[in-house]
Each structure stands twice: as C-alpha cells, then as structure tokens.
C-alpha cells in the first residue's frame, strides 16, 4: 500500500512562497496520478494539481496557473509543489494523493492520502 507524507506548510506573507513536499513509501510517480488538494476552513477539499508522468495528464484549477509548479526526486520518492505569488485565499490544509486509475483531479478518484499540512498566508 501506498502511503504518503506531506511536509513543508507554514505562515508566509502574501506575495511569498512554499515549497511543500510529499514523500511516499515506494517508487509512485510512474505508476500512479498524483495530486495535491486543498481544504479551507467551511469549504469542500478541491483539487489543486494533479499530475501523471505515465500520460502527460496534467490538470491545474484556474486559481494556481502561472503561480503553482510541481517537480519530483524520483531518487527520493518525493514530488514537490512550488508555491509562488502566495494569496490569502491560498490558506488551507494541503493534502497530497495518488491515485492508480483516474485522469481527475477529483478527491474521490484518490485511494491514497498523506496527513495534510496547514499553509497560512497572512495579508
């Protein structure tokens, strides 16, 4: 079983970056679609990125274009999200997942789920 590990949230100003990691237990990003996902205080969680090396499937939500980037460490087992150009309605919980067979980025297409780490940008 896949089990994954984000890292790296905090308090930044707005206008900052994050680099948020998520580390998994074995070689995924081949395999599986990987996604971050954010939930805000009284909001549903909703897809941020969500990338496939396998197919080329990438989705960005309209939001985080041009300021959200994802790399990986295929060494390390990790894949990184690069956050730019941070706003205060960037603040959440920030998850990562993987999923086996979906060409989503959807959070129900997701079987596995690291813990969330929180990102505060304060304006």
């Known amino acids: 079983e896949v089990q994954l590990q984000a890292s790296g949230g905090g308090l930044v100003q707005a206008g900052g970056s994050l680099r948020l990691s998520c580390a998994a237990s074995?070689?995924?990003?081949?395999?599986?679609?990987i996604g971050w996902f954010r939930q805000a205080p009284g909001k549903e969680r909703e897809g941020v990125l969500c990338?496939?090396?396998?197919?080329?499937?990438?989705y960005y939500a309209d939001s985080v274009k041009g300021r959200f980037t994802v790399s990986s460490d295929n060494a390390k087992n990790t894949m990184y999200l690069q956050m730019n150009s941070l706003k205060p309605e960037d603040t959440a919980v920030y998850y990562c997942?993987?999923?086996?067979?979906?060409?989503?980025?959807?959070?129900?297409?997701?079987?596995?789920w690291g813990q969330g780490t929180q990102v505060t940008v304060s304006s």
């Open positions: 997942a993987a999923s086996y067979y979906t060409e989503q980025c959807i959070p129900e297409d997701y079987e596995y």
């Open positions: 990338i496939s090396n396998s197919d080329g499937f990438q």
């Open positions: 074995e070689y995924t990003f081949e395999d599986y679609v």
